[in-house]
């Protein structure tokens, strides 16, 4: 069987596809059926249960329509075989699966959530929606919070889908109604990486990993992790999951691609090879294995691996990165050029790819291409900060500075209590005045002289232009006169204090 290693796009993709939160256990509302039951369908059901636990899923199913056929309205069997078949992916048929139970029970839970889940899986959210919205209308009067819970994440996931309403505030709600929720926690987790910051999606993922113990869900927040810079946390949430299943291909290359993000070439080496011994070659392994070769400075050992990789599948963007690293390595910036474009034409949000390309770019100077390859994702949360700083001087070297300026102002916002970072948010305003308002500038200025606990000359002196080209002039002569008591006779001061004393 070969994997192939998920690109960043696939993994923004994937939560509004996940699981079912809250409804997929193996057997509920078991009484519902009692008064139908003839003893075999019971026995039946229990088998199936047993064979689930198993992870015989197909004698499972055989054992829940055994059931059902012994007894049309055992409620439990019908809603256990919808959940079984939510797990394969079979969509259609767990809706339909869910229908015949509502019609023995309209008002079971567990058969509405069961509905909606599979049809958020089928596109059909306005039908999804509806019957989450009568789940959390019956209330904790019919409804445990586990299932509010559930119903609520359905429906912050169809207004992720439609664009509709706050998805965020409903993920929220079902987190507090169900703190275990690791499903909304994911899901909130994955709306903060296109409309939040990084710090926004690691607290939502710490908190999902604390208590988490399903490797799959794990494997998701150790990617998640990694896919938001978070290397270290990826590995100790990735080295978790395998712990759980120590066989799982996927956490094995998952964590090594980690291994390799925080510098550990020898351990990813040593779980690579550990894949291969289970599994086989896979491709996306053999990638990884030449990137930590490359990594542990074995160039020769890269090259026979990305070259197997790519005669295999010329246009596997992963390998075609590692080629342009070896080239780069070879001082051939062309190739390596030619080389990124080619593995961003086959995966366009591949990060690593994207950040290589800008570097060149930078390099010889072509700022419109680093501004197109950029510009368009640099405030997303998994964008890395080496792009915010490519992207500036792009703009500052066109003379784009009513593009620069802003995101100058927003880096020193995230930087908190950085002087330097408001300092030059100051500096570049007062030269190129009218984009900032007067009073952000002042803002920024004060927050550099603070920040500094008022001692540098620098800083003091940006507060006074800042707030004299806010026409603060009784503000900014305070501040000359404060420094001149530290600093008799400094001359910028000086100067300072002569020309707001004209004005």
């Known amino acids: 069987m070969r994997l192939h290693h998920s690109t960043l796009g696939a993994l923004l993709a994937a939560s509004l596809t996940a699981t079912a939160v809250g409804c997929a256990g193996p057997a509920t509302e078991s ?35 055994r059931a059902l056929a ?36 309209a008002s079971s839970i567990d058969a509405q959530l069961g ?15 509806a019957l989450s919205n009568k789940v959390v209308a019956q209330g904790k009067s019919s409804a445990t919070p586990v299932q509010l819970s559930a119903a609520l994440t359905f429906i912050g996931r169809c207004s992720v889908t439609q664009g509709q309403g706050d998805a965020a ?4 709600e079902a987190i507090l109604t169900n703190g275990s929720n690791t499903e909304a926690r994911l899901a909130l987790a994955q709306l903060f990486m296109a409309t939040g910051s990084s710090t926004d999606v690691v607290n939502a993922l710490a908190r999902a990993a604390e208590y988490e113990r399903k490797p799959l869900y794990l494997l998701r927040i150790g990617r998640m992790m990694t896919a938001v810079h978070q290397a270290r946390r990826a590995v100790t ?23 390799l993000d925080v510098g550990d070439a020898n351990l990813a080496l040593q779980t690579l090879s550990d894949i291969s011994a289970r599994s086989g070659e896979l491709l ?33 963007p992963d390998a075609l990165y590692l080629m342009a690293l070896l080239q780069l390595g070879h001082d051939d910036k062309l190739s390596a050029e030619r080389s990124l474009r080619q593995a961003l034409a086959t995966a366009p949000q591949a990060v690593e790819a994207r950040t290589k390309l800008a570097e060149l770019l930078a390099a010889r100077a072509a700022w419109g291409e680093v501004a197109d390859l950029l510009e368009a994702d640099t405030e997303r949360a998994w964008a890395p900060s080496a792009w915010t700083d490519l992207l500036l ?65 620098r800083y003091r002196l940006a507060l006074v232009d800042a707030l004299a080209a806010a026409d603060r002039v009784r503000d900014a002569l305070a501040i000359v006169e404060a420094g001149l008591k530290a600093l008799p006779g400094n001359r910028e001061l000086l100067a300072r204090k002569q020309a707001l004393q004209k004005r």
């Open 237 to 259: 949430v990735l080295t978790r999951a395998q712990q759980y299943a120590p066989a799982d291909a996927e956490i094995a290359l998952a964590l090594a691609k980690a291994q």
């Open 393 to 457: 001087q792009a703009y500052q070297e066109g003379g784009r500075f009513d593009l620069s300026l802003p995101m100058l102002s927003r880096r020193a916002n995230e930087r908190g209590s950085d002087p330097e970072a408001h300092a030059a948010v100051v500096e570049q305003a007062l030269a190129h005045a009218g984009i900032l308002a007067p009073a952000l500038v002042v803002t920024h200025a004060q927050a550099a002289f603070d920040a500094s606990g008022g001692s540098l000359p």
């Open 70 to 105: 012994a007894n049309p309205n055992y409620l439990s069997a019908r809603i256990s075989l919808g959940n079984l078949q939510l797990s394969q992916g079979r969509d259609e048929e767990a809706s339909a699966t869910f229908d015949t139970a509502l019609t023995t029970r």
């Open 115 to 129: 509905a909606a889940e599979a049809r958020i899986r089928l596109n059909r959210c306005d039908e999804a929606s």
């Open 169 to 172: 505030a409903s993920f929220q």
């Open 284 to 316: 996306p392994a053999q990638v990884l294995m030449g990137r930590a070769e490359l990594l542990a400075g074995h160039d020769e050992a890269a090259q026979r691996l990305a070259d197997k990789v790519l005669a295999t599948e010329p246009s596997q």
């Open 31 to 65: 009484g519902a059926g009692a008064a139908f039951m003839n003893g075999a369908d019971e026995a039946e059901f229990q088998e199936g249960l047993t064979a689930q636990q198993a992870g015989n899923q197909a004698e499972a199913e055989r054992r829940f329509k």
